[in-house]
C-alpha cells in the first residue's frame, strides 16, 4: 500500500483593511414611517438603547433617542434625532436655527434634525455635585465624550431620506 500524500495548500493572504462582508463596521438605523437611514459606528451597538417616541415632545412630530449605555446602567440620550411637521420659513421664524437643535433635511414639509446633549450626566458628579467625578467615572466619561465629539459629526454625514 502506498503512502498517502498531502499536498499542503499554500496559505491564504487575507487583505486585513478590508472589513469581512460578514462584519461591516457599521450599524444601519433606518425608519420606513418616515423614510430615513443613518449608520452609527458598530461599537454603538454595546453603549446605546434606542427609545423613540411620537408623544410629549414639545414641537417635534417623532424622535430617536440613542440614549448611553454602561454597564447595564442607562444614561441620558447621546444623541436625538427629530422629526419636526413645518416648512422652513417657519422653522426659521421660530428660532431654530439658532437653537441648538442642528438641521440636517427639508422634505415633503417635514424637517429631519439632531440634538447633542449640553452636559455630561449628573450621575457622574462627585459627592458634592460641584464638577465631575473623573476618577470614578473617568471610562464612561471618556467614551460618551468620544461617542458625541467624534463619532456624531461623521454619523449625521450619513443621514438620506428614501
Do not use: H
Not at 117 to 122: D, V
Amino acid at each position: 500500500m502506498k503512502p498517502i500524500a498531502r499536498i499542503k495548500k499554500p496559505a491564504v493572504q487575507r487583505n486585513r483593511s478590508v472589513p469581512r462582508a460578514g462584519s461591516p463596521r457599521t450599524l444601519l438605523y433606518r425608519n420606513s414611517k418616515y423614510g430615513f437611514s443613518i449608520r452609527l459606528p458598530r461599537r454603538w451597538k454595546c453603549y446605546t438603547v434606542i427609545r423613540r417616541s411620537s408623544r410629549r415632545l414639545d414641537d417635534a412630530e417623532y424622535a430617536v433617542y440613542f440614549l448611553f449605555k454602561y454597564k447595564g446602567k442607562i444614561y441620558e440620550s447621546a444623541l436625538t434625532l427629530l422629526v419636526y411637521r413645518m416648512t422652513l420659513k417657519k422653522w426659521i421664524e421660530e428660532g431654530y436655527d439658532e437653537s441648538p437643535i442642528i438641521r440636517m433635511a427639508v422634505r415633503n414639509g417635514r424637517i429631519y434634525a439632531y440634538a447633542l446633549p449640553s452636559e455630561l450626566p449628573e450621575e457622574f458628579l462627585n459627592a458634592r455635585g460641584d464638577d465631575y467625578d473623573y476618577k470614578r467615572y473617568g471610562r464612561p466619561i471618556r467614551i460618551l465624550s468620544s461617542m458625541v465629539n467624534d463619532d456624531v459629526p461623521k454619523i449625521v454625514k450619513t443621514f438620506k431620506l428614501r
